[in-house]
């Protein structure tokens, strides 16, 4: 059955550049336009979460091209939907790439749907710009993460609940959703607690479904592991749709946040617009931008969605601003290099400092990752978050995890001569491989 | 703050509150702290010490003071001690819970005056616990921490069992020996209230799968249409009740308390009509034909999400908990929260209702007697189309109502149908095809076995012990729990 599969796919890849070649001669016609690839789900589980980045692509692609597009040509969005499923990712990612002939991808959210698309991206070269948080472990050439890696989210809220100010916690909750992101965003959690010196006993990992609705046993649990006299802290990886039912029943069960706050990584405004987030008061969440910075540029960022949107209920988020950052530096890149071939492209990109959101520069460093500001930020009754802290400078994205003892020794430089995503410094080889 | 607290002014309570709620604001212009009141696009001032007006800033004017939850914490425990001469008993209860979570050699003297003047029993007995914590964590002498232990040890609950935990790492002697036997005792009732708890969570997991799953008892249990698109009638229900929820917010607040009652009938029609038009449109010309109808109903799924997500956006929805939906009360050491309990006894309701039409209304009779023999019921003179119609109406309805309830606990997504359609089959399947009451036990049975495993197991072994179970069971009794007889099974 695969391999027929996979057959008809090379077929109709072959047949599709037999086309691609009958059809250079009136597709020069299209050559005053830059074609840019949109890989969301538009559709299915993820369409809540991925609809509202494919929206702020093309807003900025329209400001792009008010401003005069890029290198003379005007902007040109190719928008597909791999409908949430993650083999349809890798095929649409190959139609963007050998038949629209897009100069970048933005896309993804998941990352079992990156896993699925990287090895159309390395076999056809091209470029694909990430804008999810993610658990790290990865270094891709063809890759550009613009959301944050473990160290620029995970790491800083521990050290927060940690301090101080967050309430000096000694006892952890490692809640999440049951994929690649919360495993290993807890695995290097629960290798990073431990260093501090957190005994095993204080650390409670559990692990529900995509979409979990019933959280009755679990906050009961929580409940429970939280009244041994010590400090607790939950830290929720839990994904998606399942927040709602997670927080209604902690405000149900009684859970305030003075005793049991609730840290998370994948709650930002959008998840908590369908919530009454009066009883949340006082959780919080780790992210790099939050709607309600005040600075120039995000006011003027917040007034532009919404008269793109053409509504000023629809909230602003975090990916979206990783989508701004990726997009102004591939911008920049381009205009840099002088023309869009990725290969070109890829090295121009590196270096390449842009504006974001929060007040300051980001930058694109060898190893794909950016620079960040991270963000502590409380929940308020409006729906938005307040920050309660903030790193003081801004934070480099590591993608080898320097807690996991698998990945420990790798670093990743993609400039000559070293041009590797996975060196072993240890054995001073190119090929390591971390814990996925 | 400790030592404003400590003034024991009552005129403190009211800026340390404001505080607490993110209401403390300072003006820009002369650094002078106002409580702000936003109203429409400014904020109203008051007095902080007298809590009168004194004016309006825009929010550019004005910068709130930021608080954070060891601050909120901090500003709780200090008014804890101010209003425990508060006239209101309920004030008076929260701050002696207050005290016994935050314990203080301090706090002594202040409970022993308003133990001493207390007339509540109840109150008095709180605060009693109250002292007592802090006695054990002040420098008094063993037989006055000896009393204390016996007295919280009396309380038996989670709190207790945190305090007692402390004083047992920080204490020694007899002290140290009272308190381990004190948590040998409350661990050992606790465990019989984890089983109580554990049941309840799985009679009130059962209500939900019931509810999702009854309205699909009449479509697949009795008509046999194989109806993908019901998680989508549920869907729909929800949605119904958002709008509800909407009109109401914006025209008519009063009503909010009422919003679901409004919209229990208004989703049952809404359901009950797209119910019908697919029957009318789409499934009465597959009858007979399980794959095709399991395939076109399929695609009738994705088109109703589709259609919600074009008109409401794919975002969630925020629908609220009436008032008397929200919260959880005690019994003993179980904590019920009220939208589970209603949920419940809504469930067992709608059942009854059901059963009732279908064993005690000439309909239901009707729709009985095509399901067990289609021509000698239309040579009867019944019209069979109409009842066929009917009934999936009747089931699409039901799966509407059902969306009411579920909007109450999940969130309401257009993907909100999805998660329930599995669940669904899966009870009608064990309960047995075709008989309400098998889908009751169904319903409950799996509930309770899922968070009994849940537990042991973790959420996601959990579910897949159920499927591999339910599997099970099918091998040994393919027609499910309570088997049909009739010839309709037969042919």
């Given amino acids: ?436 | 703050m400790r030592e404003l607290a400590a003034t024991g002014d009552t005129a403190v309570e009211r800026p340390l509150g404001a505080l607490a709620e993110g209401d403390l604001y300072v003006r820009k212009a002369d650094s002078l702290v106002f409580i702000g009141k936003a109203a429409g696009g400014s904020v109203a001032l008051l007095d902080p010490l007298s809590g009168e007006k004194s004016g309006d800033a825009a929010k550019s004017e004005i910068t709130k003071i930021k608080v954070n939850n060891t601050l909120r914490r901090a500003i709780r425990d200090a008014l804890g001690t101010l209003t425990l001469g508060a006239k209101d008993p309920a004030a008076r209860i929260a701050a002696a819970d207050t005290m016994f979570r935050t314990p203080d050699a301090t706090n002594i003297e202040p409970l022993d005056a308003a133990i001493a003047s207390e007339t509540v029993a109840s109150v008095k007995a709180l605060l009693e616990q109250a002292r007592a914590a802090s006695v054990l964590v002040s420098d008094r002498p063993e037989t006055d921490k000896l009393a204390a232990v016996a007295l919280i040890g009396g309380r038996g609950d989670r709190n207790a069992l945190s305090l007692l935990t402390a004083v047992e790492a920080n204490s020694e002697g007899a002290v140290k020996d009272a308190a381990t036997a004190a948590i040998a005792s409350i661990n050992s009732t606790l465990a019989l209230w984890d089983a109580g708890q554990n049941i309840w969570y799985g009679v009130s997991l059962g209500s939900v799968l019931l509810l999702a799953a009854i309205g699909l008892a009449i479509t697949f249990g009795v008509m046999g249409v194989i109806n993908m698109a019901h998680g989508e009638m549920v869907m729909l229900g929800a949605y119904t009740t958002f709008v509800v929820q909407e009109v109401i917010r914006n025209s008519f607040p009063d009503l909010f308390d009422w919003s679901l009652v409004i919209a229990l009938p208004l989703a049952f029609s809404v359901a009950a009509l797209v119910g019908l038009v697919i029957e009318r449109g789409v499934i009465r010309f597959l009858y007979g034909r399980p794959l095709e109808t399991l395939l076109a109903t399929w695609g009738v799924s994705l088109i109703l999400q589709q259609a919600v997500r074009t008109i409401f956006g794919p975002t969630n929805q925020e629908v609220g908990n009436p008032s008397w939906m929200s919260g959880s009360f005690g019994i003993g050491q179980l904590a019920v929260t009220w939208n589970r309990l209603w949920i419940l006894v809504f469930a067992l309701g709608v059942f009854a209702v059901l059963l009732y039409v279908m064993k005690r209304t000439p309909w239901g009779l009707q729709m009985r007697a095509v399901t067990a023999n289609r021509r000698m019921a239309a040579s009867m003179g019944i019209r069979t189309p109409w009842v066929d119609a009917l009934t999936f109406a009747l089931g699409s309805g039901i799966a509407g109502i059902a969306g009411v309830a579920l909007s109450q606990i999940d969130n309401v997504s257009p993907n909100l149908g999805r998660g329930y359609i599995i669940d669904s089959f899966m009870v009608v399947v064990f309960g047995g095809v075709g008989n309400l009451w098998g889908t009751l036990v169904g319903a409950f049975s799996l509930g309770i076995v899922n968070k009994f495993l849940e537990p042991y197991a973790g959420a996601v072994l959990g579910k897949i012990v159920v499927l591999v179970l339910i599997i099970l069971f099918i091998q040994k009794r393919p027609r499910g729990l309570f088997a049909l007889k009739g010839r309709s099974v037969e042919a």
């Fill in chain 1, 1 to 436: 059955m695969r391999g027929s599969f996979s057959t008809i796919t090379k077929m109709f890849s072959a047949g599709a550049v037999t086309a691609g070649l009958l059809m250079s001669v009136p597709a020069r016609a299209a050559d005053d336009t830059i074609k840019v690839g949109i890989l969301h789900s538009l559709s299915g589980t993820m369409a809540i979460s991925e609809t509202t980045l494919k929206d702020a692509m093309l807003m900025l692609i329209d400001e792009q091209n008010a401003k005069g597009g890029l290198l003379g040509k005007k902007l040109e969005a190719v928008v597909v939907d791999p409908a949430s499923n993650w083999p349809l990712f890798a095929e649409k990612a190959r139609e963007l790439i050998s038949k629209d002939k897009v100069a970048a991808v933005f896309g993804c959210w998941t990352s079992v749907s990156r896993k699925s698309v990287l090895p159309v991206f390395s076999e056809l070269d091209n470029i694909l710009f990430y804008p999810v948080q993610y658990e790290g472990e990865e270094s891709e050439r063809n890759v550009f993460y613009t959301g944050a890696a473990p160290n620029q989210q995970a790491i800083p809220a521990v050290d927060y609940l940690m301090s101080e100010d967050g309430g000096s916690v000694k006892r952890w909750v490692l809640e999440g959703t049951d994929y690649v992101y919360p495993r290993t965003t807890n695995k290097i959690l629960e290798a990073y607690l431990k260093a501090k010196g957190v005994a095993a006993e204080d650390i409670m990992v559990n692990y529900t479904p995509f979409g979990f609705s019933d959280w009755q046993t679990e906050v009961a649990a929580i409940k429970k592991f939280g009244s041994a006299g010590k400090k607790t802290a939950v830290v929720s990886t839990v994904n998606g749709d399942a927040n709602v039912p997670f927080y209604k029943e902690l405000g149900n069960q009684g859970i305030m946040a003075e005793d049991i706050p609730v840290m998370a990584f994948s709650v930002g405004e959008e998840e908590l617009a369908g919530l009454d987030t009066a009883p949340l008061v006082g959780h919080l969440a780790a992210w790099n931008y939050f709607q309600s910075i005040d600075t120039p540029e995000n006011a003027k960022f917040i007034a532009d969605w919404h008269k793109f949107i053409k509504s000023d209920k629809r909230t602003t988020n975090d990916p979206m601003e990783a989508h701004y950052v990726g997009f102004n530096m591939w911008v920049k890149a381009v205009e840099k290099a002088g023309t869009t071939d990725p290969d070109k492209v890829i090295d121009a990109v590196i270096g390449v400092s842009v504006p974001n959101l929060t007040g300051g520069y980001s930058t694109m460093m060898p190893n794909h990752h950016i620079t960040k500001p991270v963000l502590i930020g409380e929940i308020q009754a409006d729906g938005q978050f307040e920050t309660v802290s903030q790193t003081p400078g801004l934070v480099m994205g590591d993608e080898w995890s320097d807690y996991l003892a698998d990945s420990k020794d790798l670093i990743s430089d993609w400039r000559a001569p070293l041009s590797c995503g996975n060196f072993n410094v240890a054995t001073g080889k190119c090929g390591g491989k971390g814990t996925n």
